[in-house]
């Protein structure tokens, strides 16, 4: 069996939800007002109508109200001008009461009945009195909610130092663990201010790209591994990954060379060397070097025929 669902997202960039349309044609772009856990809701329908499995819906699945009409968009717009006036009430209260805390936004649920303070803090902070002064001024339900440094870039908004607006104002809805390995496997400076992004933490675009740096890194040699490159033993210093090249430092004269990585060879006989040609093979042909296997035999070969003579 399936159902029929849509999904809703009620702040840009945010998590979208299903619920049931009912009888309603509804079609992306369309304003639309459901039940939700906190209330009725305002929200955009960002992905039309679609048939799923019973066994991926979690819960019970509500129903959309009714589509958002002329009536709905004033509440809409009276909402974020009341939204407007409780921010600046509440940076005042905040002020008054001398609290070491960032008033980030205020968000009030459609139907009026709970309005909802973000703020950022260094540690916990005891916002009671707060809280009664914000009761007594708006006479409705008051929440402060804490949230860290990316949530509040989410909610501010801004450019990244690509130019482009940030991804978690615009398209990103959930947040990744993003790790200073991933920088690592990249090659990227690990200099705090160039892999940061403007809420200090480690941009989410390093995430982006990090399983495409995983598989090609398969293909090569681990840093310090040793290896058979052309020109003898050696250990790798390096790789890049673009230009498909390994960074040798050879073992006999010490100096760092570049090679195609299928030049490279971690799996060698003990003791195996690459045998540059002799000078009575240089004429002939100037052939490039081989992994050592096939040049010993290469060489037996042309002393055989050679004494045959």
């Not at 329908?45 to 109200?65: I, Q, S, Y």
């Not at 100096?255 to 006989?269: A, C, M, R, S």
């Not at 002799?278 to 992994?291: D, F, I, T, V």
């Amino acid at each position: 069996m399936s159902c029929l669902v849509v999904g809703v997202r009620f702040k840009a960039a945010g998590k979208v939800y299903y619920f049931d349309p009912g009888d309603l044609f509804l079609s992306v772009g369309d304003g639309v007002i459901v039940e939700t856990s906190r209330g009725v809701e305002f929200g955009t329908v960002v992905a039309g109508p679609r048939d799923v499995p019973d066994e991926e819906v979690v819960g019970a699945l509500k129903k959309v109200l009714r589509r958002a009409g002329d009536i709905d968009m004033e509440q809409l717009r009276a909402n974020q001008e009341k939204e407007t006036r409780a921010y600046e009430i509440c940076t005042e209260k905040i002020t008054s009461h001398g609290l070491p805390m960032k008033l980030v936004d205020v968000e009030q649920t459609f139907d009026g009945n709970k309005i909802i303070f973000y703020f950022t803090a260094d540690g916990r902070i005891d916002f009671r009195e707060l809280v009664k002064d914000l009761a007594a001024v708006f006479r409705t339900r008051i929440e402060l909610r804490q949230i860290g440094v990316r949530d509040e870039a989410k909610m501010m908004g801004g450019l990244g130092c690509c130019g482009r607006e940030l991804c978690c104002a615009t398209w990103l809805s959930d947040f990744s663990s993003v790790s200073i390995r991933m920088a690592k496997e990249q090659n990227l400076s690990l200099n705090p201010t160039k892999i940061s992004g403007i809420c200090g933490r480690l941009m989410c675009c390093l995430k982006y790209e990090n399983e495409a740096y995983e598989q090609a890194r398969e293909c090569f040699p681990e840093p310090g591994k040793r290896v058979l490159a052309p020109d003898g033993m050696g250990r790798v210093t390096g790789i890049n990954i673009f230009k498909q090249t390994v960074s040798v430092e050879l073992q006999e004269s010490k100096l760092i060379k570049e090679y195609p990585v299928t030049d490279v060879h971690t799996d060698f006989p003990e003791g195996g060397q690459i045998e540059r040609p002799n000078n009575k093979n240089e004429g002939a042909g100037k052939q490039s070097p081989r992994p050592a296997g096939r040049d010993q035999k290469h060489e037996k070969h042309g002393r055989g025929a050679g004494s045959g003579k």
